[in-house]
């Protein structure tokens, strides 16, 4: 068994991809938030690699476990690689809707199986800091981490990038590369956070540009759902004929779900032939602030 740090990012990345793979084969989809060298590793160029992975374990956490599990078997790696050890060192502040924020989903957006939050450079900074404070400044690892964050939080792309602050900057962004599903959810974070009718009108009022058929009706129901839960005015872009679609699709992929898809779905979404779950735009900050 490796007794040294291992998991270099591309590691990581190999774990996470095959984690989620089994998890689309088990119709599963779950999601971990990771914290310490692991996330260091994932997000800054100064940790090249990590014993193991600090993570907490959001969703189906048994099935995980066993996942997990599985796979050290088959890479030869130690049972707790991945581990949640990490809950003893995490405060009040880890609900907080800017202590961390969706890396990656893997196999891939398009695919779901395995959704990956990293915690920010702040938050991991202010861990490390208590880690060495009750363990003693001979904590080589975490003084070494400690002297690398300052720079990290400035130039890591994800944490410095303004939310967007409207569904067409969703659509810009989208088209300018970044992907959409982190991207609607930071909109949704900005939007819950918005202080008065006038604001949140302006954030859903202007057409976002056309990104492909299903992205186009998606912020469609998204402005329609949103306008109807704050009693705000659809936008008139919303019931263009291209913001519908003209065959079904179900969030997520899975067969097993859609029986509960076909039930659940809010009105905006159904009516545009969209099948997702009753919370789909449900975030933490929408709870924080209102």
């Not at 690398?148 to 300018?176: C, E, K, N």
């Not at 704050?230 to 872009?237: E, G, I, R, T, Y």
Request: with cysteine.
């Amino acid at each position: 068994m490796p007794a040294t740090a291992f998991l270099t990012r591309e590691n990581l990345e190999a774990a996470f991809r095959a984690l989620g793979a089994k998890a689309r084969a088990a119709e599963k989809l779950v999601e971990i938030a990771i914290y310490g060298g692991s996330a260091l590793v994932l997000t800054l160029p100064g940790r090249a690699a990590t014993k193991d992975v600090d993570a907490v374990m959001q969703h189906d956490s048994a099935w995980l476990r066993g996942a997990v599990s599985e796979l050290a078997a088959e890479k030869g790696w130690p049972a707790d690689w991945l581990n949640d050890g990490v809950k003893g060192w995490l405060s009040h502040r880890d609900a907080d809707p800017e202590a961390k924020r969706l890396f990656r989903t893997y196999p891939s957006e398009e695919e779901p199986g395995l959704r990956v939050l990293v915690a920010s450079p702040q938050y991991l900074f202010a861990m490390k800091c208590l880690a060495m404070r009750i363990g003693g400044a001979d904590q080589a690892q975490d003084r070494s981490d400690i002297e690398i964050r300052p720079s990290g939080m400035t130039v890591v792309d994800p944490w410095t990038v303004p939310r967007p602050q409207s569904l067409s900057d969703v659509a810009a962004r989208t088209l300018g590369g970044e992907p959409f599903d982190p991207l609607l959810r930071e909109f949704l974070d900005t939007f819950y956070g918005l202080p008065d009718a006038e604001r949140m009108t302006t954030a859903l009022a202007s057409a976002p540009a056309s990104i492909g058929p299903v992205q186009d009706a998606y912020l469609a129901a998204v402005a329609e759902h949103l306008a109807l839960r704050f009693d705000l005015a659809a936008p008139q872009w919303s019931e263009e004929p291209g913001r519908f679609l003209t065959k079904p699709f179900f969030a997520g992929g899975l067969e097993s779900l859609k029986a509960t898809l076909l039930v659940e779905s809010p009105l905006a979404f159904r009516r545009r032939q969209i099948f997702v779950t009753a919370n789909a735009l449900s975030r933490a900050s929408e709870h924080a602030t209102r």
